[in-house]
């Protein structure tokens, strides 16, 4: 989507890629980490926090709570960067019961 874009900015071209592809759940990362990049950390937390609330597939939950640990650990929350990273870890321990 970027390279057809041109010369646009990243930032529009993950939002445009966003809009055309929403099941595509790579563009949101990409985008809420390009955010954070850009300092606003409160939209990519939305973005994480939207993607968290419909998601069943374990890989891209554990991504999620990983992605909003760094969100987090960003903004100086280190105690809520150590609970998400926490709900990774319950998903991870889960999946590997499961096998």
């Known amino acids: 989507a970027a390279q057809k874009l041109g010369n646009r900015w990243p930032?529009?071209?993950?939002?445009?890629?966003?809009?055309?592809?929403?099941?595509?759940r790579?563009?949101?990362f990409d985008?809420?980490?390009?955010?954070?990049?850009?300092?606003?950390?409160?939209k990519a937390m939305s973005l994480?926090?939207?993607?968290l609330?419909?998601?069943?597939q374990a890989k891209y939950r554990i991504r999620g709570h990983r992605l909003l640990a760094r969100?987090?650990?960003s903004a100086g929350r280190s105690h809520r960067a150590t609970?998400?990273?926490?709900?990774?870890l319950k998903i991870l321990?889960?999946?590997?019961?499961?096998?």
């Open 11 to 24: 930032l529009e071209a993950l939002q445009e890629a966003r809009t055309r592809f929403p099941k595509k």
């Open 26 to 28: 790579e563009f949101v």
């Open 31 to 42: 985008l809420a980490i390009a955010y954070l990049a850009g300092n606003n950390g409160k």
């Open 48 to 51: 994480v926090d939207e993607l």
């Open 53 to 56: 609330a419909k998601e069943t």
């Open 71 to 73: 969100i987090h650990r």
């Open 83 to 88: 609970y998400e990273e926490k709900q990774a």
């Open 93 to 99: 321990e889960s999946q590997a019961r499961s096998r």
